[in-house]
């Protein structure tokens, strides 16, 4: 597989203004694909729509949810970048990243003042960029308390990037801290998971109250997209009453895709391959190429 680069194939203004729109390849959706958004070095004018993938509870697959989009959309031919906010990095090395390969990572890019895109590193699928993540993030929400717009850094550091893609997804780590606030703040959608086991919506108001609170005071356009329900037991009764809650609770905004508790999701990570490479066949395969046709039917649908 060829690698992409950080800037996408258009390397110059005049080849990017020639492509105006794309077809949506293989589903019938047509894309338009250049809007109104400036600041493009290449002269490629694309609305970027960015999707935090969020949930304070650790391990409700967050990663395998972020990941495995990122990798469907880029598999259709759209450009994605994967940004990868968790110092456990895990969405780093679940794309392939070989860490020889990194040099600069987000925590450069949101502490120490480096280029966000000296941070964009391809991924080894065609389309897919990453901003790799490393443990030295894990003191950043310490650091970031006494910097100047503490929360905003990240989507002051995306400027100048983002517009090199459709698609921006940003994985979040298990917390609610500056990390997660500069997310929110950066995002225009929210992607939540939530896992089928017990105490499923265990620390939800808390989020909720946090996604109200950073839209209200930081970033008015911030929307719940959708909410994803993962590791679904079709064995057991506890997995369908979750599935129940969880739609009573959240009503439409929950995701008609359920993705199924399956192996070859939980083994795919350490072949640093997304499942649609890993096992393309396999349930969770599917489910998530299902989920990523839902987010971008929303995309296509959110901006006009
Ligand atoms: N549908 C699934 N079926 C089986 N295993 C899964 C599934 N989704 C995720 N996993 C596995 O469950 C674990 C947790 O998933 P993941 O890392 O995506 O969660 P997370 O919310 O990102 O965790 P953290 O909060 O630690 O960042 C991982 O080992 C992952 O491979
Ligand atoms: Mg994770």
Known sequence: MAGSSAYGEQKTPGDAVQEPRREGIKHGWIWPVSRGVSGNVWGR????????????????????????????????????????????????????????????TIYDALIGGAPMEEAVTPSPLSNLDVVPSTLDLAGADIELISMISRESRLKNALVGVEERYRWVFIDCPPALGLLTINVLTAADFALI???????????????LRTIELVRRELN??????????????????????????????????????????????????SHGLPVIEYDPRSKGAESYRRLALEVMRFGQERSG
């Open 193 to 207: 998971p939530i896992q089928c086991e017990y105490y499923a919506l265990e620390g939800i108001s808390q989020l």
């Open 220 to 269: 008015p356009r911030l929307e719940i997209a959708k909410v994803i329900l993962t590791m679904f037991d079709y064995r057991t009764k506890l997995s369908q009453d979750v599935v129940r809650e969880v739609r009573e609770f959240f009503g439409e905004l929950v995701s008609p895709t359920v993705v199924p508790r399956n192996v070859r999701l939980s083994e795919a990570p």
């Open 45 to 104: 004018v694309v609305l970027s729509l960015k999707f935090a993938v969020v949930n304070q509870k650790g391990g409700v697959g967050k990663t395998t949810t972020a990941v495995n989009i990122a990798a469907c959309l880029a598999t259709e031919g759209e450009r994605v970048l994967l940004v990868d906010m968790d110092p456990q990095a895990n969405a780093t090395t679940g794309c392939g990243l070989d860490r020889k390969q990194i040099r600069t």
